[in-house]
Structures are given as structure tokens and as C-alpha cells.
């Protein structure tokens, strides 16, 4: 007998998490774990464009019908590998003295696992963060904001800015890392020489240098050290 395949519906991004998992039997040993494991590595190695229910079943050596006892569709595969990266972030044994270190630390290792994934970034913008993984940091991200004061409306926009910027961030220096440091520095030159030639129009930005001093990671810790301050004056913690 074929395997059941999972229940398609509802059909959009997150779907995977919130569908009732079909029995376990006849997978062969094959676990979301597993599944994860290969969606991740095939999206590493050429981005969205090597995924696929069929390529990943070739490189776990199942025929596909056994996926469908896990997954239904591309966008699980998706999720599952999202939720993989979001695991590689390090949960805290117990809240920090300070709840900004604790918002600190987890905005740096974020921005690590999602630049050692380039495809991530882009991925965790669009669409929603349900995998226990991110769910289990999301909840350690939470819980360290409600310490400075934070509830109701206030807890859940400071942590959307939390996310925002270490998404946006990491997908922004994952594009340009693809362009290649050559591409971004003709890039940036070409810019620069732009905003220059109409200085009397844009005087700050053309009064900008070229380069972004020491690189993205220099504007990373001044971006988070600047909203932690804002945020701990909003809270008055």
C-alpha cells in the first residue's frame, strides 16, 4: 500500500505546521529531522532552484511516495529548512541580569545563521515563523522584551522591530554577497559618484563615504546597539 500523503490544505507558506501529522507507519525510518537536513543542504548549495519533492528524495535514497508521510509540498520543504536554520540559534539557560544582552545576543546569532544560509533571509520575510524551532526563540525573544516592561501591542511591535532588522539586514548582505565583493564596489563606486555630481540637491548622503567602513557586521552592531537604546528608553528599563 502507497503511503498516505499528507493533507495538502490549507495551501499557503506555514501550512505544514499547522496540519495534523499522518501516522507514522511505513516511512521506512525517514524524519522531518532528516528531511530538513537535506532541504537545507540542497538549498545551500543552489538556492530555491534545487529544491524539489523529487530531487530531495534522490538524495535521501527514498522513492518520493515516502516524503508524502511528512511533507505535501515544496513550501514544507521550505518551512521544514527555515525552521532548521532558526534552530541553529542558541537557546538560553536561564534569562540574562540584562534582558537587552539577551536581545542582543540573539539579534548577532540570528544574523549568523541566516548568512550561513543566504537563502534564509529572504525566506524568513515572507513567510510565518510557526516550526517549534523558531516558535522556542521567538518565545526566549518575547519573554526577554516583557522583562523590560513590554506587554500587550508594545511587546509584539518591539519584537517585530527586533526581527525586522536582523531579516532584512541578512538579506540584504546576502544579495550583495552573491553580486560579489567586485560587483558591490563597482556598485557602491557608481553610487557614490551619482549622489557626488548632485551634491547641492543630496549634500549628506553625497558627504557619505563609498564603503560602509569595516562592512555590513560594523553597521550590524551599530544598528542593534542603536535600537536596544531606543528600546530601553521606550520602556524606561
Do not use: C
Request: proline share 6%; no cysteine.
Amino acid at each position: 500500500m502507497s503511503p498516505k500523503k499528507a493533507d495538502t490544505a490549507p495551501p499557503m507558506p506555514g501550512a505544514l505546521w499547522l496540519r495534523e501529522r499522518p501516522p507514522r507507519r511505513g516511512t521506512g525510518g525517514l524524519t522531518r529531522e532528516a528531511i530538513a537536513e537535506a532541504a537545507v543542504a540542497a538549498l545551500d548549495r543552489g538556492g530555491a532552484g534545487e529544491l524539489s519533492l523529487r530531487g530531495l528524495a534522490r538524495a535521501l535514497d527514498v522513492h518520493p511516495t515516502s516524503l508524502y508521510w511528512h511533507v505535501a509540498t515544496r513550501d514544507d520543504l521550505l518551512d521544514l529548512a527555515l525552521d532548521a536554520v532558526f534552530g541553529e540559534l542558541l537557546l538560553p539557560e536561564a534569562p540574562g541580569e540584562d534582558w537587552a544582552d539577551d536581545v542582543r545576543r540573539y539579534m548577532h546569532e540570528l544574523r549568523g545563521a541566516l548568512l550561513r544560509h543566504p537563502w534564509s533571509g529572504a525566506l524568513a520575510g515572507s513567510r510565518p515563523l510557526l516550526g517549534p524551532e523558531a516558535l522556542a526563540r521567538s518565545e526566549a525573544l518575547h519573554a526577554a522584551l516583557a522583562r523590560a516592561g513590554f506587554s500587550g501591542t508594545e511587546l509584539t511591535a518591539a519584537a517585530a522591530a527586533v526581527g525586522n532588522l536582523v531579516i532584512s539586514s541578512a538579506a540584504a548582505e546576502a544579495a550583495w554577497r552573491a553580486a560579489g565583493q567586485e560587483a558591490e564596489a563597482a556598485a557602491r563606486a557608481a553610487m557614490h559618484a551619482h549622489l557626488q555630481d548632485r551634491a547641492d540637491r543630496y549634500p549628506t548622503l553625497a558627504a557619505l563615504s563609498a564603503a560602509p567602513g569595516d562592512g555590513w557586521a560594523e553597521h550590524f552592531s551599530i544598528a542593534v546597539e542603536t535600537l536596544l537604546a531606543g528600546l530601553r528608553g521606550r520602556a524606561g528599563a
